[in-house]
């Protein structure tokens, strides 16, 4: 499922869209991984991380 919403990122990037994704990515590695694919399709990418309790999310 992640690898199909990171192909759609891509491809709406590429076709010069704006888009914002609400994703939980707790993991350093998986935020980098999306700024990733947005500079492969030339983009700039801003993420915002925000820590949150479990119970703050609930």
């Not at 869209?17 to 990515?25: G, P, R, W």
């Not at 700024?35 to 820590?51: F, G, I, K, M, S």
Request: glycine letters at 2%; a negative charge; proline letters at 2%.
């Amino acid at each position: 499922m992640v690898k199909a919403i990171r192909q759609w990122f891509s491809n709406e990037l590429e076709a010069g869209s704006d888009v914002v994704l609400n994703h939980e990515l707790r993991r350093r590695d998986e935020r980098d991984a999306w700024q990733q694919t947005a500079r492969e399709a030339d983009c700039h990418a801003l993420v915002a991380y925000r820590p949150a309790s479990r119970e703050e999310l609930l």
